[in-house]
């Protein structure tokens, strides 16, 4: 039990979890490919995206493709090292 | 739970390869390197160890101006086509431990155990037959360590695609070996001496050219397939740009 409530919360939820490990393997990626990706709507993925910046694990990045907007997010270092605990967690749970 | 998150991770590693244009692209590739292999040493009039070196110094240019054209065309396809329409992703850089891990691995896993092979039919059979035999075992070396590349990339980036590709490769691999095979082995060069390249030897780099040449032939063609079956599948499920009005 002491195990499942260490579990970081933030992290927990899935569709944030899916945003956290797809940014996992990149250096970053932007709107429209986690959009595509995770398969949320976009207001549900601004919302998580949103409260992924909050905890200080995804940082947004806005530059500009030719004239068009565009927004980039990537993990920080923060978000890299929760998501790595929260395997390790989520390994432990299961192994016991 | 961890399963989902590996074939999520996976899924964006894959990416880079969700359009078919890198493999189409390094077919193409390919088939140049193939081109210059098979054609030129035909068409060429000059002696043989100035053949080599041009056929050498040739695909040592291809390859340099080749892998900067492909990046190029890869940038410029992928800007118009693939980003509007699934977005866009920077690849994380690789470190020097990565490479080097990479390096330790290819060396240890793959080109050892073929050396060993080698050193192991030298003790076996005698340095002549071992060298006339070499337009068989040559492609099927190769295609080996192409099929093995190839299915460790499948894996890491769960592609299915790529681990049929390798075995594709192997496949090829030893059809060509057996295709030399079946057409006789070139005669053992007798007495070898260093620095002195008998006309034996001779066949029997051009014969191990020639495989090597249809193999990477048979390669390419079968990227170029594979990368038009994974486009024309990502263009049915992304016909449009993605627009904000959706």
């Given amino acids: 039990m002491k195990n499942l409530s260490s579990l970081d919360r933030v992290i927990h939820e899935p569709a944030r979890l899916t945003l956290v490990a797809l940014l996992s393997s990149v250096k970053s990626a932007d709107f429209l490919f986690l959009l595509k990706e995770s398969e949320l709507t976009k207001g549900n993925l601004s919302v998580h995206l949103t409260r992924l910046e909050e905890a200080g694990y995804v940082e947004a990045e806005k530059t500009f493709r030719g004239k068009i907007p565009h927004t980039e997010y990537r993990l920080t270092p923060k978000g890299k090292s929760a998501f790595e605990q929260y395997r390790k967690s989520l390994g432990s749970i299961f192994n016991k | ?246």
């Avoid at chain 2, 079956?229 to 959706?246: A, I």
């Fill in chain 2, 1 to 246: 739970m961890n399963l989902q998150i590996d074939t999520t991770i996976k899924r964006t590693r894959a990416y880079w390869f969700v359009d078919g244009f890198t493999e189409m692209a390094t077919g193409g590739f390919f088939i140049l390197l193939a081109g210059i292999l098979l054609l030129r040493w035909n068409t060429s009039l000059t002696s043989s160890p100035s053949r080599f070196l041009s056929i050498a110094g040739e695909i040592s240019i291809a390859k340099f101006f080749g892998f900067l054209i492909i990046v190029l065309v890869l940038w410029w396809l992928k800007d118009r086509f693939t980003y509007p329409r699934t977005g866009f992703v920077r690849g994380n850089r690789i470190t020097t431990a990565q490479i080097l891990i990479l390096i330790r691995n290819i060396v240890l896993f793959l080109l050892l155990p073929i050396l060993g092979l080698l050193a192991l039919s030298l003790m076996i059979a005698s340095a002549g037959s071992v060298l006339s035999s070499m337009p068989v075992w040559f492609p099927i070396g190769v295609a080996l360590i192409w099929a093995v590349l190839c299915i460790w990339a499948g894996n890491w980036m769960g592609l299915r695609r790529f681990q049929i590709i390798g075995a594709l490769f192997l496949l090829a691999g030893i059809k060509v070996g057996i295709w030399q095979y079946v057409m006789g082995l070139p005669a053992s060069p007798e007495n070898m001496q260093a620095g002195i390249l008998q006309l034996a030897t001779v066949d029997i780099l051009y014969r191990s050219l020639t495989s090597l040449g249809l193999l990477v032939l048979i390669a390419g063609v079968i990227l170029i397939l594979s990368g038009f079956v994974t486009f024309l599948r990502y263009r049915k499920e992304n016909p449009t740009p993605y627009s904000e009005d959706v």
